[in-house]
């Protein structure tokens, strides 16, 4: 269903005790709630009987009022929820990295050191990361490096795809759920 919650446009599914809060890619490269990487995933999320949450960022405003956009949802997911997991798509996974330490997992699909105003930050909660292996915004290099950097408890996966994951968005889906399925039913509430 569609909703907006202090005027930030979403796509909100109630299905369950646990929901995912999906951070799309840049707003000025026609980034928004319906990228088809997110779609995928809250399909699966779906069929797991997870809740989800995709938005639009506001006005563009260099990243930081976007990290400021998914803290408003988060907050709202946070009334219902008792667990809660956060994934970004390329941009959108530098904003998550922002709001991870307030969720109890986080996933990172294609991550980005840093853009705009904004730099990937770290936290102490299971973290996940996708990896393009012909990514044309991240080398392959620099996307180890990154994830090397990120503490533990931490693991990745590398698809034999480009940074827009065509052909391999059912399985950068599956992936993606299986680890956040898992993640949820191992892990205690930490927050």
């Known amino acids: 269903m ?9 796509t909100y599914e109630d299905l369950g005790s646990n929901a995912v809060l999906l951070c799309p890619p840049h707003p000025l490269m026609g ?7 997110l779609e995928r995933i809250t399909k699966k999320l779906s069929e797991a009987s997870i809740s989800s949450l995709r938005f639009d960022y506001r006005a563009y405003r260099k990243g930081i009022g976007e990290i400021e956009d998914a803290k408003i949802c988060l907050e709202f997911l946070k009334r219902k929820y008792e667990k809660i997991a956060i994934v970004g798509y390329s941009f959108g996974g530098v904003v998550a990295s922002n709001v991870a330490e307030e969720c109890d997992l986080a996933v990172y699909i294609s991550a ?3 853009i705009d105003s904004i730099e990937f930050r770290d936290c ?3 973290k996940f990361f996708a990896i393009a292996r012909r990514d044309q915004f991240i080398s392959l290099a620099d996307s180890f490096k990154l994830f090397s950097s990120i503490s533990e408890p931490k693991d990745f ?11 391999k968005f059912d399985i950068l889906a599956d992936k993606v759920c ?6 949820f039913h191992k892990s205690p509430k930490t927050i």
Do not use: C, M, Q
Not at 2 to 10: P, Q
């Open 178 to 183: 299986k680890f956040i399925i898992e993640s």
């Open 2 to 10: 569609n909703i907006e919650i202090k005027s930030i446009k979403a």
């Open 112 to 114: 980005l050191p840093s």
């Open 157 to 167: 996966v590398i698809l034999d795809t480009d940074h827009f994951y065509f052909g």
């Open 124 to 126: 102490n909660k299971p």
């Open 31 to 37: 980034g928004n709630r319906f990228d088809e990487r």
